[in-house]
């Protein structure tokens, strides 16, 4: 029996020799051309997005960049990304570390990619229900599988998979590829194929993550963190933060980051919501975001918990906050020093995360009604 850390340890000693199998490392340019061929097959016509679960050394993820499309990679072998990232120098893909099965992203996207993983998941059924929730309506998934071998072969067939789409509804095609020798490099006789999952679309409530952000006042000044190896925002300044976890309220959920991050042990008492703010990133996903505030030196001095994701701590000034910030938590801490405590900050495509006094300002503070019968 082999674990989650066994399976992670052996893809990230095939790293370095990964690339060495034709169909993986696409070096040979006729097997480069046919891989490149059948996605553009695959893949929308017009620039999409595209989410690369299991992505190994990126060499689909290249190909689909290549052809115009927004790529977000993500394998759980930090030795692949290492090299998925090099690879993909230059591009505007992202590369990230996670679980292919519970992938590290936020928004949905048009086209959901994933070659030779499925086979291998616990639960593939529900693997597909979740890929399935990250694709806009009309999107795909695209899935190339196979069942390798002849004496003690592994995999799973096609007609397997497409009874496990099946619960999607929608479509399933079904490519056969085996007798593509160009795609492997070289003839092979086992089942490869691939599927092009286009789910049913049916209409979904509205659900959005929520955040919690702590206003750490010392004074005048405010703790701010520099992200680190995240994938999002790195080397920008944030409010100590994160999401919640399943169950939790917004308020434990904040003194549990406090404690995790900072290492901060508030008391219920000890904070104040001062705004709540709904942001959208520039890729489309959205969620909510509650700040609190609580007072430097109740709790205990801050340090640095989490210093694989936080390259340093510092107090700023609220009245002349640094320009190197992520956009909307600067939107919050503004609209905390104006007294807004409602806030939409809603990016459109194209925006940067970072903030930009010269760019585009989306915050759009909500100012309360006025109590019926009151005096204005």
């Known amino acids: 029996m082999t674990t989650h850390s066994d399976d992670r340890q052996f893809w990230d000693a095939a790293a370095a020799r990964f690339d060495d199998e034709p169909d993986h490392g696409l070096r040979d340019p006729r097997v480069r051309a046919a891989w490149a061929a059948r996605l553009r097959s695959w893949l929308p016509a017009a620039p999409s997005d595209v989410l690369d679960l ?19 990679a993500v394998d759980r072998s930090e030795p692949m990304v290492a090299l998925a990232r090099e690879k993909l120098a230059g591009t505007d893909a992202r590369v990230l570390v996670g679980d292919a099965a519970e992938p590290p992203v936020t928004g949905r996207f048009d086209v959901v990619l994933v070659r030779h993983v499925l086979w291998a998941l616990p639960d593939p059924g529900g693997v597909l229900g979740t890929w399935a929730r990250l694709l806009r309506p009309g999107g795909r998934l695209v899935l190339v599988e196979g069942r390798w071998g002849t004496a003690d072969p592994v995999g799973i067939t096609a007609d397997a998979l497409a009874d496990l789409a099946a619960p999607l509804g929608g479509a399933v095609r079904i490519e056969q590829l085996g007798h593509d020798r160009e795609l492997w490099g070289r003839p092979v006789d086992d089942e490869r194929y691939a599927a092009v999952v286009r789910p049913a679309i049916r209409p979904q409530r509205h659900s959005e993550i929520v955040d919690v952000h702590l206003i750490l006042r010392r004074g005048d000044e405010v703790l701010l963190a520099r992200r680190a190896n995240t994938g999002y925002a790195d080397g920008l300044l944030h409010a100590p933060s994160g999401h919640l976890e399943d169950g939790e309220d917004v308020r434990s959920g904040m003194i549990r980051e406090a404690r995790e991050e900072i290492g901060v042990e508030l008391a219920p008492q000890d904070l104040t919501a001062a705004v709540v703010l709904q942001h959208r990133a520039p890729d489309g996903g959205a969620r909510i975001g509650w700040f609190f505030v609580a007072r430097h030196g109740v709790g205990g001095e801050p340090v640095n918990r989490e210093p694989d994701k936080c390259s340093e701590l510092g107090w700023y000034p609220l009245d002349a906050l640094p320009h190197d910030m992520v956009a909307y938590c600067r939107a919050a801490l503004d609209a905390y020093r104006a007294g807004q405590p409602f806030l939409l ?17 989306r915050a759009v503070p909500l100012t309360a009604p006025a109590v019926p019968g009151s005096r204005p």
């Open 345 to 361: 900050h809603l990016h459109e495509k194209g925006d940067a995360i970072a903030y930009d006094p010269a760019g585009p300002h």
């Open 54 to 72: 299991g992505c190994g050394t990126g060499s689909l993820a290249l190909l689909a960049a290549e052809q115009g499309h927004r790529v977000t």
